[in-house]
């Protein structure tokens, strides 16, 4: 058995709707990785679908949790951040990185999480995509949606009519701001595939899967911890960009099956066992 792997998570928890935390955390220890979990803020649910949600912010606690495990010398092998609850939790990530890993050893995965369909999520102030360019800028690898990288590059969102040369648009811009390596999910040029575009030293290459009609809730978070699940566990990221993308279209086959309703996320549960059988060698 090779050593432990360890990621540190930083995340909000939605306590119901499958999202965040309550996917990375199932989905990194089905990997085989220990997911230690920084979390922004506790939700009664997320906040895409659901009205009067509690939340508790949790901005606070973010530092302490940080400087004792400094104090106890634990390593990380990778940090993940997704849902950031306001502008100054993108500050004090940033300081994190500074604080466990001062020369940057560790794989830092960012999903910029903020909007979807061309518009930010509810509670976002419109300046935030500038300060998210910031943590982007830290990042190894970012996997924004098409409306994340819309909003971090100042760019017109396409959906429907997106072309090969707006995708590139896209990448070079992302490019510019100081990302390094971007998979860029959400990307369909044909009606039955749905994937996502990697770049890497100034090239792109597309993944796809076949698609499956339907938005479901936290999908970009199952795509997110599957990525980063195989990028820990060796995968070089096109290899590890495109299994994100079957695991993630077989969560939403399964799911509607059973599960009409897109607000409860996907039965990624029911998959986990394809996740392993990836990583067994
Ligand atoms: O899946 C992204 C996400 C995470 N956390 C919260 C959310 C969302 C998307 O809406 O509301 C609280």
């Not at 648009?169 to 039955?192: D, M």
């Not at 279209?249 to 607000?263: G, S």
Request: hydrophobic letters at 40%; aromatic letters at 8%; glycine letters at 8%.
């Amino acid at each position: 058995m090779s050593r432990q792997l360890r990621c540190a998570a930083i995340h909000d928890i939605s306590c119901l709707g499958k999202c965040s935390l309550t996917v990375a955390l199932p989905m990194l220890s089905a990997a085989g990785v220990e997911c230690c979990c920084i979390p922004t803020a506790i939700l009664s649910t997320h906040t895409g679908g659901f009205r009067g949600y509690t939340y508790r912010d949790l901005t606070d606690d973010i530092v302490p949790i940080a400087r004792h495990w400094r104090s106890e010398g634990f390593k990380f092998d990778s940090f993940y951040t997704g849902y950031l609850g306001s502008p100054a939790q993108v500050e004090i990530v940033r300081k994190v990185f500074r604080m466990l890993d001062p020369e940057h050893e560790a794989l830092r995965l960012v999903d910029p999480v903020m909007g979807d369909n061309g518009r930010l999520y509810s509670g976002f102030a419109p300046d935030f995509p500038k300060l998210m360019r910031e943590l982007v800028c830290d990042a190894d690898v970012i996997c924004p949606n098409i409306t994340e990288a819309a909003l971090l590059t100042d760019t017109d969102f396409h959906d429907s009519d997106q072309s090969r040369d707006y995708i590139l648009e896209l990448l070079g811009k992302l490019s510019e701001l100081g990302a390094k390596r971007t998979v860029l999910t959400g990307v369909q040029f044909a009606p039955n595939e749905l994937g996502a575009a990697v770049y890497e030293d100034g090239r792109a290459e597309f993944v796809f899967a076949p698609r499956v009609e339907g938005m479901y809730h936290g999908t970009g978070d199952v795509y997110a911890s599957a990525l980063l699940a195989c990028l820990l566990r060796g995968r070089a990221l096109r290899d590890a960009a495109e299994f994100a993308c079957r695991f993630t279209a077989k969560c939403v086959e399964v799911t509607k099956l059973t599960m009409p309703d897109v607000n409860y996320g996907v039965r990624f549960e029911a998959v986990l066992p394809e996740l392993i059988r990836e990583l067994e060698n």
